[in-house]
């Protein structure tokens, strides 16, 4: 139905910068929003950026400044670029995204296979 790949992901030094992309596939006639989480071993999965479909954004307190969610509508694709990383950020990386499929009023709301970001001292 709708595939989401993720790519981006890697290992840098504490305040080196990133950017991950996640593109969307499918039949999309519209999007709600794009997302971007992370989950570190142990911990719960958190949402780090988001973008409606209108483009008004929000943030995890702890990367304000730092990310920075955007998103090319013509290429149904999210991308987060993260400056200034932190050992901290180090965790396993999903976007998602939900929306209406096209042809229909059906819903769809699809996660990326994840990507590996490790942020070393």
Do not use: H
Not at 5 to 25: F, I, T
Request: charged share 15%; hydrophobic share 35%; glycine share 12%.
């Amino acid at each position: 139905q709708v595939q989401l790949v993720e790519s981006g992901g890697g290992l840098v030094q504490a305040g080196g910068s990133l950017r991950l992309s996640c593109a969307a596939s499918g039949s999309i006639s519209s999007i709600y929003a794009m997302r971007w989480y992370r989950q570190a071993p142990g911990k719960q999965r958190e949402l780090v950026a988001a973008i409606t479909g209108g483009g008004i954004t929000n943030y995890k307190d702890s990367v304000k400044g730092r990310f920075t969610i955007s998103r090319d509508n013509a290429k149904n694709t999210v991308y987060l670029q993260m400056n200034s990383l932190k050992p901290e950020d180090t965790a396993v990386y999903y976007c998602n995204v939900d929306g209406f499929v096209a042809g229909s009023r059906s819903q769809f709301y699809s996660w990326g296979q994840g990507t590996q970001v490790t942020v070393s001292s």
